[in-house]
């Protein structure tokens, strides 16, 4: 009788734990989800600001077309990517045509001075903070995930519940050098 009452009280404590650990991966995707979310809000006040960035820029620069071209069409791009992966991909290419476009500014010391451009410019400095800080959120929640997935005896749940380690948002060692510009 004591024997069967220990049995059935350690197989309760083990469903108990199941139990947690199985609303925790929940939570956790749930989070991650949230996470990419907010970086998708962010990336989209990006790709709202692009088209009056180059529109400014135009006026001063008209015969860069080939620049302002490369804008458009990465933020087009950018906007139209589905999936983590290819948003990021997207984005990263967007953001090396706005750096160029922003070199423009000082071959064109008006466009430099331009109160509209510098606004922009200044809006779009405080959105590209904002996207750093929701992907370090985003990181941050899947390294959590991550490590619960990985992490004995939590990772038992994990295999039986097809809970699998997610990706990281990167940047390629390409984008982390300083950008080249020649004309």
């Known amino acids: 009788m004591i024997a069967a009452i220990v049995i059935a009280i350690v197989v309760l404590a ?42 400014t820029v135009k006026g001063y620069a008209a ?24 948003k990021d991909n997207a984005d990263k290419g967007l953001t090396g045509a706005l750096s160029k476009l922003f070199a423009l500014s000082e071959s064109y010391p008006d466009l430099k001075a331009n109160q509209n451009f510098m606004s922009l410019q200044n809006d779009l400095r405080d959105i590209e903070t904002s996207i750093l800080n929701a992907r370090k959120y985003y990181n941050a929640v899947i390294r959590e995930y991550n490590d619960r997935t990985m992490v004995f005896p939590a990772s038992i749940i994990a295999s039986m519940f097809h809970f699998r380690k997610k990706e990281y948002v990167e940047i390629e060692e390409a984008h982390r050098e300083n950008i080249k510009v020649e004309f």
Do not use: C, M, Q
């Open 63 to 86: 015969h860069e077309s080939s620049t302002l071209e490369a804008v458009i069409t990465a933020r087009n791009n950018a906007v139209n990517a589905e999936g983590r992966e290819a």
């Open 14 to 55: 083990i469903l108990l734990w199941a139990v947690v650990s199985y609303n925790s991966f929940i939570k956790l995707a749930n989070k991650a989800e949230e996470a990419d979310a907010g970086i998708d809000a962010e990336l989209k006040k990006r790709y709202d600001l692009v088209p009056n960035l180059v529109e």
